[in-house]
């Protein structure tokens, strides 16, 4: 069995240039939104702004992962902590899910029981406008670093289905649930004045909720793949099968088993049956132009296990 370890082609610093952004944002963001619900009394305004404390306290917790994905590989994890970073990002699902989806939901039931008095809403439009302008940078920031990976013809949510880095897709599934959250307390507080009704803004709040919760199974769903163990995809895995099986050295390739170990950093196990009668030096040459071949494609693929041995049972 052999080993080969690549280096990395170059991290841009983009998932932490999304997170610092998407922070920066929420911060003030999540201010304006607490003075304003203080002042006005606007259930969905208070629900924006427990949305925007909330995402504020997630992209540090994606700092925390971040960090700790990065550390160097020791005896106990010799594959790095890579997926560290999956770990947090789910922490982040279920702190959406019960901060953000479960507060908005029970203070918006709450104000329609008993529903208060509609106040000025001037200050609730300058606020939701504000706050689109810098979800709405937020949002694109991370929407540019998704797109810096999104195959030709593929939508931007097949773009995240496909992402391996959690910092990036979680930041703009969030940052679209606030900028669609913006749009529904815009609209309950506009319905509320137009129609003299005190229940459209606390039925903004649950519907904001109810947003967030679904923003919540997205993440975990994403992120909870990847944390158990998701593969490189059918695609890859054919491109390279084929690659190897284009090798002459190569007599057959068998099963190909591969795992994400962090956003730029894959696991891949090889059963091959190389040429009969090949001297050991060969075979070693062999697999350097493999390890080479395959890198050029796929640079994630850092960590790569040649069994000729496993092909017969492989095969059988």
């Not at 610092?20 to 619900?37: D, H, Q, T, W």
Request: charged share 20%; glycine share 10%.
């Amino acid at each position: 069995m052999t080993e080969t370890n690549k280096e990395e082609s170059g991290k841009d610093g983009g998932s932490r240039k999304v997170i610092y952004a998407a922070i920066l944002a929420n911060l003030g963001i999540a201010a304006a939104k607490f003075i304003v619900a203080a002042i006005t009394g606007s259930a969905a305004m208070l629900a924006e702004g427990i949305h925007s404390a909330v995402d504020t306290g997630n992209e540090f917790l994606l700092l925390v992962g971040e960090r700790n994905s990065e550390k160097p590989p020791d005896k106990r994890h010799p594959f790095g902590y890579g997926k560290a970073l999956y770990f947090w990002a789910l922490l982040v699902a279920l702190s959406v899910f019960s901060l953000g989806g479960g507060l908005s939901i029970y203070h918006g039931i709450s104000a329609l029981r008993h529903p208060e008095p509609l106040e000025d809403p001037m200050w609730n439009y300058v606020v939701l406008g504000v706050s689109a302008c810098f979800e709405g940078y937020s949002w694109n920031v991370s929407r540019k670093a998704l797109n810096k990976r999104r195959k030709p013809g593929a939508s931007l949510w097949q773009t995240v289905h496909a992402s391996k880095d959690a910092s990036v897709f979680t930041v703009f599934i969030e940052d679209t649930a606030a900028l669609l959250g913006l749009a529904i307390a815009a609209a309950g507080i506009l319905l509320g004045h137009v129609f003299d009704s005190p229940y459209f803004d606390p039925a903004a709040s649950v519907l904001i909720g109810l947003l967030l919760v679904g923003a919540a199974f997205a993440l975990a769903r994403e992120t909870g793949a990847l944390l158990v163990g998701e593969g490189i995809g059918t695609d890859a895995t054919r491109r390279v099968c084929e690659i190897l099986r284009d090798d002459p050295a190569i007599e057959d390739v068998g099963k190909l088993l591969s795992m994400q170990l962090g956003p730029d950093e894959v696991l891949l196990t090889a059963a091959v049956r190389f040429n009969r009668g090949m001297r050991i030096d060969e075979v070693e040459a062999a697999i350097e132009r493999l390890e080479k071949a395959v890198a050029a494609v796929y640079p994630a693929i850092r960590h790569i296990y040649f069994e000729s041995g496993a092909l017969r049972s492989a095969m059988r």
